[in-house]
């Protein structure tokens, strides 16, 4: 009987895999490979897949900028590789696409890419811009494949000269449509409960939100802003004062945002950062929520502007909030009729089962 053909997955966090790869490795398992995963925080994964994965621990520090701890963690990819022997590695996010790709190129081992957004490094100047787009370009020349969240991101690739042998645009990560399931909408509208969830960030519009609501709380008695995720460091003061003037309710890190996205009206991501394709703009729109994000690549692809939500320009106060006022002037069953077309869109276009066939597709082309 033929060997299990194996597949190592290199990424930043367990969360990673939990929100929004879950269901491409049960489709690996399933498909009869072994895998391997290569994160931080491996034991929160063990309740979820057992005993039928393994698992191999390697903090990274996605923002950071020391390069001998980037070493080290390139010799653990290296050290295990040698170990496990995979038939194909699948990457995700920066520095596992760069550390992961020059670990497998090592050991002649086929590569899968996949680009989650290009990170605020590819608008930088200077050394450490300049270091990222070398190593971005050492890394991808050999890719077996890489896999772009937007053609926007793509196409940033080819206009710096960083080229691939073959590369697909899909849907993001996709979403599970059966685990952030249809919601009644909020039969009352007395309170209008808008929704941000993200990493609490500058480049995330979270200073935009809070001066928008400082405004529109001033005019309207009835809104609600609610506030979910990490605070980055730096802005727990910033958070915490407006949580306490009551311009914003902030609920911090939380596991389980569906029980946030049931009960409010809208999602509200007004990001200017350099997305892939946003996850949690799906998970809204599959939730049945209208959306209100940017004309930002990986932001305005989620979103029929004015049919499943609203778009509006990036880093601009009064255009959130013509956004907002826009959305208050429609009638609770129009809301609700705007939550349902995100949902057929997110059915549609963004199921995640797309991702897995791609993935499955492609890793047997390599092998």
């Known amino acids: 009987m033929a060997e299990a053909k194996k597949v190592a997955i290199i ?6 895999v939990l929100h929004q790869r879950k269901e491409v490795v ?20 063990f309740a979820t897949f057992g005993n039928s994965i393994e698992y191999y621990e390697v903090p990274i520090d996605r923002r950071g900028k020391n390069p001998f701890h980037d070493m080290k963690m390139l010799i653990q990819y290296i050290k295990r590789l040698r170990l496990f022997t995979p038939d194909v590695v699948l990457t995700y996010t920066t520095k596992p696409n760069i550390y992961g790709s020059m670990a497998a190129r ?11 957004g290009l990170g605020s490094v590819f608008n930088a100047s200077g050394f450490i811009a ?9 890394s991808i020349s050999r890719a077996g494949c890489v896999f772009f969240q937007n053609e926007e991101n793509q196409k940033v690739f080819e206009q710096k000269n960083i080229h691939c042998n073959s590369s697909h645009v899909i849907p993001g990560s996709g979403v599970n449509i059966a685990v952030h399931r249809l919601e009644p909408y909020p039969q009352s509208d007395k309170i209008i409960r808008f929704l941000f969830v993200s990493r609490i960030l500058k480049e995330k519009g979270i200073f935009i939100l809070i001066e928008a609501a400082k405004v529109l709380k001033k005019q309207y008695s009835n809104l ?22 009551d311009i914003i ?16 009206h809208a999602l509200i991501h007004p990001s200017f950062y350099p997305e892939g394709t946003s996850n949690v ?42 956004a907002i006022k826009k959305f208050l002037l429609l009638s609770n069953a129009e809301k609700c009729t705007m939550g349902l077309a995100g949902r057929a869109k997110v059915k549609q276009e963004f199921n995640r089962k797309i991702i897995v066939d791609y993935y499955l597709k492609e890793i047997k082309r390599l092998i």
């Open 11 to 16: 990424t930043n966090l367990y969360n990673d």
């Open 26 to 45: 049960e489709g690996l398992v399933s498909a009869g490979y072994q895998v391997l995963i290569f994160c931080q925080g491996t034991e929160k994964l």
């Open 106 to 116: 090592f050991f002649h081992i086929p590569y899968i890419m996949n680009v989650t």
């Open 130 to 138: 300049l270091a990222v787009m070398r190593l971005y370009t050492y």
């Open 224 to 245: 609600e802003f609610h506030i979910c995720g990490p605070c980055e460091k730096g802005y727990e003061k910033y958070i915490h004062r407006a949580h306490q003037d």
């Open 249 to 264: 309710i902030y609920h911090g890190p939380q596991d389980n945002i569906h029980q946030f996205m049931k009960k409010c």
């Open 281 to 322: 703009c799906l998970e809204a729109a599959s939730t049945g929520r209208p959306v209100l994000t940017t004309d930002m690549p990986g932001c305005r692809n989620t979103v029929n502007d004015g049919e499943s939500g609203f778009i509006f320009k990036p880093n601009n106060v009064s255009e959130l909030i013509k």
